[in-house]
């Protein structure tokens, strides 16, 4: 089992940076991918970004490409680097964790989840 707490959300203006961070405890670290999703109110969870168990793969969803960046360190945290955000990135955004060895998933199947962390962008 692995718990993950995301960080790092807030209100911003539209073309600022956010920087979010997803800690994770329980098993091994960098045995799992990790995905990052958003979810406005009814809606469903909507694939952001995703990043192999090793780091050396990264998939975007085309909505964010070369606005967003997923990374991991060594240690226990995934990040996800926001820039350019728009107004209609504001959404609640969750971090999830893999099975060990999967591959990338751009669907919602992962195996924890965190608790959110709310992101606003104004125009």
């Known amino acids: 089992q692995v718990q993950l707490v995301e960080s790092g959300g807030g209100l911003v203006q539209a073309g600022d940076s956010l920087r979010l961070s997803c800690a994770a405890s329980?098993?091994?670290?960098?045995?799992?991918?990790m995905g990052w999703f958003r979810q406005v109110p009814g809606k469903e969870r909507e694939f952001v970004a995703a990043i192999s168990w090793s780091g050396g793969s990264t998939s975007y969803a085309d909505s964010v490409k070369s606005r967003f960046t997923i990374s991991r360190d060594n240690a226990n945290t995934a990040y996800l680097q926001m820039n350019s955000l728009k107004p209609e990135d504001t959404a609640v955004y969750y971090c999830g964790a893999g099975a060990p060895y999967d591959t990338i998933k751009c669907t919602p199947h992962y195996h924890n989840w965190g608790q959110g962390t709310q992101v606003t962008v104004s125009s």
């Open positions: 329980g098993r091994t670290f960098n045995t799992y991918p």
